[in-house]
């Protein structure tokens, strides 16, 4: 069992940068693949990021690539979430989710149900 806490969420303006945390339990972090999502207000959740076990691999949705950057430090048990130049469309609810393997991330880590575990997920408001 994996538990999941993420942190760093809060309010900010347009052009903005955020780095969100998900601490996890245990000791098996390094094999898990991570990933992040998200949910806006009356929208479904959608895939964000996801990396790999060792960090060697990650994969991002197309409308995030150029913006945000997931990375891990499995001495910390934690995977982060950097976001530059928040626009308010990045406002979501952001959830961290785990999968244990050791493989590659690839475009199967873009869906939900590949995830074992979920946290609870951090706001982040980004105002105009």
């Known amino acids: 069992q994996v538990q999941l806490v993420e942190s760093g969420g809060g309010l900010v303006q347009a052009g903005g940068s955020l780095r969100l945390s998900c601490a996890a339990s245990?000791?098996?972090?390094?094999?898990?693949?991570m990933g992040w999502f998200r949910q806006a207000p009356g929208k479904e959740r959608e895939f964000v990021a996801a990396?790999?076990?060792?960090?060697?691999?990650?994969y991002y949705a197309d409308s995030v690539k150029a913006q945000f950057t997931i990375s891990r430090d499995n001495a910390k048990n934690t995977v982060y979430l950097q976001m530059n130049s928040l626009k308010p469309e990045d406002t979501a609810v952001y959830y961290c989710?785990?999968?244990?393997?050791?493989?590659?991330?690839?475009?199967?880590?873009?869906?939900?149900?590949?995830?074992?575990?979920w946290g609870q997920g951090t706001q982040v408001t980004v105002s105009s």
């Open positions: 989710a785990a999968k244990r393997t050791v493989v590659k991330v690839t475009e199967v880590a873009g869906a939900g149900s590949w995830y074992d575990y």
């Open positions: 245990g000791r098996t972090f390094s094999t898990y693949a």
């Open positions: 990396i790999s076990w060792s960090g060697g691999s990650t």
